[in-house]
T-cell receptor, first 116, second 113 residues
Framework: AQKVTQAQTEISVVEKEDVTLDCVYE???????LFWYKQPPSGELVFLIR??????QNEISGRYSWNFQKSTSSFNFTITASQVVDSAVYFC?????????????FGGGTRLMVKP | SQTIHQWPATLVQPVGSPLSLECTVE??????LYWYRQAAGRGLQLLFY??????ISSEVPQNLSASRPQDRQFILSSKKLLLSDSGFYLC????????????FGQGTRLTVV
């Protein structure tokens, strides 16, 4: 069975602060994929990043960065110099295996509130 | 480019009434399709997924059903809504045979009164 845990249900920061959203996953597969999605107040889930289990390189995209560590089964997401527009619910997700139709397992989400 | 359309955006329905939510995908063929529900302030629950026309798998037994009458059309239905069916419903698609990301529709906020 696979599981994704986002222990932080809600985080509140002041604009320009850095913030890290934690994601810990469980899977028995050696091949798997990790994702982060953003859900703004409008409700639509917006894809942010995909990372496969064989690629532990960290990634940076503008103010966003992701730290994938297989040793601790974590895939954490950091927003640098947060902005009010970053306020949203963020979901981490896991998909195992190489076969089509394997469903995404989502974490419970972390609500990020960035105050001006 | 691929797009996903989901409607209606909001819906208020009385208890016991039927439901039909529609989702269509454009710009791709033979996608995997999904229905998720999100209760207020909570995470995403997978309801149904489909890997092809007429092929529906249910993840959670409940008062809802799904159908895929065409390759890029996915419908979520109920014969008689319950109060507990209220929530935010999201449709998603992804390419088959590749472990790519899923793309989500804009969602339908359903309130059963």
């Amino acid at each position: 069975a696979q599981k994704v845990t986002q222990a932080q249900t809600e985080i509140s920061v002041v604009e320009k602060e850095d913030v890290t959203l934690d994601c810990v996953y469980e899977t028995r597969d050696t091949t798997y994929y990790l994702f982060w999605y953003k859900q703004p107040p409008s409700g639509e889930l917006v894809f942010l990043i995909r990372r496969n289990s064989f690629d532990e390189q960290n990634e940076i995209s503008g103010r966003y960065s992701w730290n994938f560590q297989k040793s601790t089964s974590s895939f954490n997401f950091t927003i640098t110099a947060s902005q009010v527009v970053d306020s949203a619910v963020y979901f981490c997700a896991l998909r195992h295996g190489d076969n089509a139709g394997n469903m995404l397992t989502f974490g419970g989400g972390t609500r990020l509130m960035v105050k001006p | 480019s691929q797009t996903i359309h989901q409607w209606p955006a909001t819906l208020v329905q009385p208890v016991g009434s039927p439901l039909s939510l529609e989702c269509t995908v454009e710009g791709t063929s033979n996608p995997n399709l999904y229905w998720y529900r999100q209760a207020a302030g909570r995470g995403l629950q997978l309801l149904f997924y489909s890997v092809g026309i007429g092929q529906i798998s249910s993840e959670v037994p409940q008062n809802l059903s799904a159908s895929r009458p065409q390759d890029r059309q996915f419908i979520l239905s109920s014969k008689k809504l319950l109060l507990s069916d209220s929530g935010f419903y999201l449709c998603a698609w992804e390419r088959q045979s590749m472990n790519t990301e899923a793309f989500f529709g804009q969602g339908t906020r359903l309130t059963v009164v």
